[in-house]
């Protein structure tokens, strides 16, 4: 009896410890729970925190990110944030409201700058650039007097005929950096129409001659494309001279004899690819530039090297320099007539810009 007591007894103990063993692993799990449930619970509050956080960065940081998000971001920049980048950057004060930006920080050399449209900067001790672009250049409207801490600078990649009064000698000097078609510039554009030597390899738009040969039985040897009929270097004029030896096909405005497809004919179609598909089809194509100038060289030159054309070229009087062989293109006679004297007249100071 004993004996069975004292196995019931330890049964019943055994029985109990493994109750309270039970209950004890139930409050372990519970409380296992509970720890995961506040462990997730304070990731989710973190991330959401850092989420928070992040769009403020975004929001301080894009401000230097300068291409990606412009204005709506310029809009929501307060007073006291421009008023701090104005005080610890170099500002960068655009006279030409090109950019049309109020304020951001932008890259200037190695260094971080503050550009800004906005002229009361002028007097501000931090301003050591004035930028000027030169299409809105107004020689009546310059920040004078002009400060021996100023350094100005020009901005112009168009045809000098954009605007004259800067292409004279006492214009062109007055600033200390220029960026201009000229190789003389201090930031050259001359190359800006091509995209690359890529370009210029791609056959694309390559007819072979066997193909142009069979072709001008309807099409003339020489295409003409211009819709800018009165510029400076008086083109129509040697153009319509020349359609009296020998056929052209003029597509564009000016002397106009040859109509586009109806689906070529929208305002763009100089980019449309069908319109280069056509030009392709010619052996020769008149580039002729608005303005005779050292040096100004346009997408006029590079295009029907791109289709596979041989351009007839008038404009820069040493554009030799820039074609990849002297085989590449049939120099305009004029073009060698023009000499480095003559071309003042359509370039007045090459040499200094
Ligand atoms: C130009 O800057 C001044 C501070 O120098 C500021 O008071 C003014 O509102 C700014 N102008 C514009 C159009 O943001
Ligand atoms: C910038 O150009 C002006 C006018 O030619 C000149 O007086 C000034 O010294 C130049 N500034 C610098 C830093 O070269
Ligand atoms: C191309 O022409 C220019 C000017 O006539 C000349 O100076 C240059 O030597 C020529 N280049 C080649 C490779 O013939």
């Given at each position: ?281 010619y052996k020769f194509i008149l580039a002729f530039e608005n303005a005779v100038c050292e040096d100004y060289i346009t997408e006029k030159l590079w295009r029907p090297l791109k289709l ?46």
């Amino acid at each position: 009896m004993i004996q069975m007591e004292i196995l019931n007894m330890a049964g019943n103990r055994l029985k109990r410890k493994y109750m309270v063993n039970r209950i004890w692993e139930k409050r372990f799990w519970i409380s296992c729970f509970f720890i995961i449930f506040l462990f997730i619970l304070v990731i989710f509050q973190v991330m959401v925190e850092l989420g928070r956080f992040e769009k403020k960065e975004t929001k301080s940081s894009t401000v230097i990110n300068i291409q990606k998000q412009k204005k709506p971001l310029l809009k929501e920049q307060s007073n006291s944030r421009l008023r701090h980048f104005k005080d610890n950057y170099p500002i960068m004060l655009w006279w030409s409201p090109l950019t049309g930006e109020n304020g951001r920080l932008g890259q200037c050399g190695t260094d971080t700058c503050f550009f800004t449209i906005n002229r009361t900067y002028l007097q501000d001790p931090m301003t050591k650039a004035i930028l000027f672009y030169g299409t809105d250049f107004n020689i009546d409207s310059l920040p004078l007097p002009r400060k021996s801490s100023h350094e100005w600078a020009l901005f112009h990649e168009e045809s000098p005929k954009n605007n004259y009064k800067l292409f004279h000698e006492p214009a062109i000097t007055l600033f200390n950096h220029t960026a201009t078609f000229s190789r003389h510039s201090h930031m050259p554009l001359t190359s800006q129409y091509l995209e690359g030597l890529q370009a210029l390899k791609s056959t694309d738009y390559l007819v072979s001659v066997e193909k142009k040969n069979v072709l001008r039985k309807r099409l003339s040897p020489l295409a003409y494309v211009q819709s800018d009929c009165d510029p400076p270097s008086d083109r129509d004029t040697y153009v319509q001279e020349l359609m009296k030896y020998i056929a052209v096909d003029s597509y564009g405005e000016c002397l106009h004899n040859k109509d586009l497809p109806q689906q070529v004919n929208n305002p763009s179609f100089m980019d449309d690819s069908q319109f280069h598909h056509i030009l392709g089809q010619y052996k020769f194509i008149l580039a002729f530039e608005n303005a005779v100038c050292e040096d100004y060289i346009t997408e006029k030159l590079w295009r029907p090297l791109k289709l596979g054309a041989v351009p007839v070229y008038f404009g820069a009087p040493n554009v030799e320099d820039w074609l990849p062989s002297n085989k590449s293109a049939i120099i305009g006679p004029s073009t060698k007539l023009w000499n480095a004297d003559s071309a003042h007249l359509n370039c007045p100071a090459p040499e200094v810009f």
